[in-house]
Nanobody, 114 residues
Framework: QVQVVESGGGLVQPGGSLRLSCVASGSIFSGNDMGWYRQAPGKEREFVARISNYGRPTYADAVKGRFTISRDNANNMIYLQMNGLKAEDTALYYC????????WGRGTQVTVSS
């Protein structure tokens, strides 16, 4: 069954912004840290950011200072506000709970290009 659904991707020019959203089923969201990952063409999937159940964020060095992760526990959602986008941010972005063995979602495509 579908457990996470990502949305909000699109085509944006360098320097632009996007806000990604992820809704998760309650059984995997509640009480768990949640994270964003991305996979660029020809590259391995990599960690982007995570947020604890209590709202403490952690970021990959590549996005620190540009991306902000947040969560809405009432609605089982997490968000990724991406500012100052660069061409190297182009990737398929996924969300998932940290430490749980579930299938990856379909992801949402972010393309940064002029």
């Amino acid at each position: 069954q579908v457990q996470v659904v990502e949305s909000g991707g699109g085509l944006v020019q360098p320097g632009g912004s996007l806000r990604l959203s992820c809704v998760a089923s309650g059984s995997i969201f509640s009480g768990n840290d949640m994270g964003w990952y991305r996979q660029a063409p020809g590259k391995e999937r990599e960690f982007v950011a995570r947020i604890s159940n209590y709202g403490r964020p952690t970021y990959a060095d590549a996005v620190k200072g540009r991306f902000t992760i947040s969560r809405d526990n009432a609605n089982n959602m997490i968000y990724l506000q991406m500012n100052g986008l660069k061409a190297e941010d182009t990737a398929l972005y996924y969300c998932r709970p940290i430490g749980l063995s579930i299938s990856w979602g379909r992801g949402t495509q972010v393309t940064v290009s002029s």
